[in-house]
């Protein structure tokens, strides 16, 4: 049975009391740009992944209303982009993770058949980044004593 099948919504805890722990980890040496991006799209991949994630949203005090955010909330870290190819690696061998990842090709192909396509020829990517969500202390073992990205 996996994280998911046992995924508890508790939106009514820190995060740091969560059994689950999502993480991102980006090459701390790419340009900003490029970070935010990975970030975004990786995020994008992991809520269509794991739905259950995104709490429901709500009304501020005027009525206005605003849509729901990961209830887990998400740690973005930096490292260096052989530290990222490595958690990659090492997370795409534990079955309990949802492991997300975004190989550099992907920021290069302006259509994404032609992003598929090359990496369908690509034995051994180099990664920008790597989503990790599943069992906290899982994620907290892969990702260490990373620092957050800045």
């Known amino acids: 049975m996996s994280v998911l099948d046992e995924l508890d919504r508790r939106t009514d805890l ?6 689950v722990k999502w993480a991102i980890v980006i090459d701390r040496d ?3 740009g490029l970070q935010a991006n990975a970030a975004a799209c990786l995020a994008a991949s992991v809520a269509a992944t794991v739905p259950a994630i995104v709490g429901s949203g709500g009304a501020d ?3 206005a209303v605003h849509s729901g955010l990961p209830w887990t909330g998400c740690t973005v870290l930096g490292a260096p982009a052989a530290i990222v190819a490595r958690i990659r690696n ?23 058949d032609d992003y598929l396509a090359e990496l369908a020829r ?29």
Not at 90 to 112: F, T
């Open 122 to 150: 690509t034995e051994d990517p180099p990664y920008y980044a790597v989503s990790l969500f599943g069992p906290r202390a899982l994620v907290e073992r892969l990702t260490g004593r990373l620092p957050l990205l800045r």
């Open 90 to 112: 090492e997370a795409a061998a534990e079955p309990e993770l949802v492991l997300c990842d975004m190989a550099a090709i992907a920021q290069r192909a302006s259509v994404y």
């Open 14 to 19: 820190p995060t740091k009391e969560l059994a």
């Open 61 to 63: 005090a005027s009525g």
């Open 30 to 32: 790419l340009p900003k």
